[in-house]
């Protein structure tokens, strides 16, 4: 199970990042890949990734060569089974929420540039489905290769996105779509269905 965890990840990584920078490569001939990283929470949040990107790729080569003891309760085959089923799907849902926000994907916000909001197809069930994906798949790897340094990678990505949404992603959008995303954050949840919706009286729209 731990090898197709390992699997998994990879792909993962293959899928969560280079199909969207092909698309964006074939859409604009080359000329952009939808990086926009700047400012220090941004940058922050890059070097997060690394550290959960280690995390991912060297936690199941530990847990193979038997360096990493397995917490005990979660150590049951039907259980890490489970678990890979959840990550696959998380893996499949990332790239679905990706291609369907279209030439509206991004890494990162450039608060000089102006994109579309997407509110339909799975951003229509979720305000952040991309991130809800990710989750997913970390919460499936972990279960996959139950150990304290799997749910601790994933703890890390939380609290990642969580900072990365409420800092500068829901700032950005609300500067740039004003009462539409206002409208829309309040209806819709941040990462799960019906949870996080913004309050009536959290924001106004800027004047």
Same mark, same amino acid.
């Given at each position: 199970m =731990?090898?197709?965890?390992?699997?998994?990840?990879?792909? $993962?990584?293959? /899928?969560?990042?280079?199909?969207?920078? =092909?698309?964006?490569?074939r859409? =604009?001939?080359?000329?952009? %890949?939808g #990086?926009r990283? @700047?400012?220090?929470?941004? $940058?922050g949040?890059?070097?997060?990734?690394?550290?959960?990107?280690?995390?991912?790729?060297t936690?199941?080569? /530990?847990?193979?060569?038997?360096v990493?003891?397995?917490?005990?309760? !979660?150590?049951?085959?039907?259980?890490?089974? !489970?678990?890979?089923?959840?990550?696959?799907a998380?893996?499949?849902a990332?790239?679905?929420?990706q291609? %369907? #926000?279209?030439? @509206? $994907?991004r890494?990162?916000?450039?608060?000089?540039?102006?994109?579309?909001l997407? &509110?339909?197809?799975? +951003?229509?069930?979720?305000?952040?489905p991309? +991130?809800? %994906?990710m989750?997913? &798949?970390?919460?499936?790897l972990s +279960?996959?290769?139950?150990?304290?340094? @799997? +749910?601790?990678?994933?703890?890390? /990505?939380?609290a990642?996105? %969580?900072?990365l949404?409420?800092?500068?992603?829901?700032p950005?959008?609300?500067s740039?779509?004003g009462?539409d995303? !206002?409208?829309?954050?309040?209806r819709?949840?941040?990462f799960l269905?019906?949870?996080g919706?913004?309050?009536?009286?959290?924001?106004?729209?800027?004047?």
């Amino acid at each position: 199970m =731990t090898l197709v965890a390992l699997g998994t990840y990879v792909l $993962w990584l293959a /899928l969560a990042f280079g199909v969207p920078i =092909t698309a964006m490569r074939r859409r =604009t001939g080359g000329r952009d %890949s939808g #990086m926009r990283i @700047s400012g220090p929470v941004q $940058w922050g949040g890059e070097a997060a990734f690394g550290v959960i990107g280690l995390v991912g790729l060297t936690n199941p080569v /530990l847990d193979l060569l038997g360096v990493l003891p397995r917490i005990d309760p !979660l150590d049951q085959l039907p259980l890490r089974a !489970l678990g890979a089923v959840t990550a696959l799907a998380g893996v499949a849902a990332t790239l679905y929420a990706q291609l %369907s #926000m279209g030439p @509206s $994907w991004r890494i990162g916000v450039d608060a000089a540039e102006r994109t579309d909001l997407v &509110t339909t197809g799975p +951003f229509g069930v979720v305000r952040n489905p991309i +991130f809800s %994906s990710m989750l997913l &798949t970390g919460l499936g790897l972990s +279960f996959a290769v139950p150990n304290v340094v @799997s +749910f601790g990678g994933l703890l890390l /990505l939380y609290a990642t996105v %969580s900072v990365l949404v409420r800092q500068v992603e829901e700032p950005h959008l609300i500067s740039l779509h004003g009462a539409d995303y !206002l409208a829309y954050a309040r209806r819709v949840g941040r990462f799960l269905p019906g949870i996080g919706r913004l309050r009536r009286d959290a924001v106004r729209p800027p004047r």
